[in-house]
């Protein structure tokens, strides 16, 4: 979909290693029409040729990654590095275990996970924890993998995306390592045309669905 989902963090480690690359970002309709044909029908998926098509979004971020170079070499760098892209697999869980719900249950429920002392809000510090460094990123001072999840959760955050969430209560000030990293990211040369064209792609969008809430209000006032 057309906004900073599960798929990311693959399309960072593709910019940052200058791999090419199909973004192809769907519509919902264009989805429900092809869901059927996916694998476990769902998104992201990678093809790779004619014969392969790969789900699972972890094991597209590691292989993006590894054709980058960005998985650490060393044993216990990937454990670290695997252990961050974990915990960020935790925070989308905690956020999208409520989707279901009904309206006032959902916003109860978020509402209560990503209060104080709820298992959102702990996860979130765990997180700001474990890659709070002297160094530039989370595992040194060369990007990793597991800086490009720091990103997607910061991303995720930052979205309002998921209602009952406010994305202002996160800030450089709430979560300095978070944003020390998002910054050291955006500032990376390799990825300054893929940030470039994703905000012309988001100010466009923008524009498109203020021009139809527009007309749609004028259509209810002819109304």
Known sequence: FDGPGRAEP???????????????RLKPEEFAAMKKDLPLGQVP???VGDDIVVTQSHAIARYAAKLANLVPED????LKAD????????LLNNLIASMKLPDEERLAARKQA?????????????????????SKFALGDEITIADLFVHFHVALLKSNFFDGLNGDDYTPETLPSHFKIVDAIK??????????????AE???A????????????????A
């Open 10 to 24: 693959a399309r960072l480690a593709f910019a940052l290693g200058k791999i090419p690359f199909e973004d192809e």
């Open 45 to 47: 998926v990678l093809a």
């Open 203 to 205: 100010k466009a969008k």
């Open 83 to 90: 252990e961050i892209v974990s915990c960020s697999e935790e």
């Open 114 to 134: 990503f209060g104080p002392g709820g298992k959102g809000a702990t996860a979130i510090q765990y997180f700001e924890k474990l890659i709070t460094s002297d």
């Open 75 to 78: 044993p216990i760098e990937a």
């Open 207 to 222: 524009e498109a669905e203020k021009a139809k809430a527009e007309v749609d209000e004028s259509s209810n006032a002819d």
């Open 187 to 200: 500032a990376d040369p390799r990825l300054a045309e893929y940030f470039e064209e994703r905000e012309k």
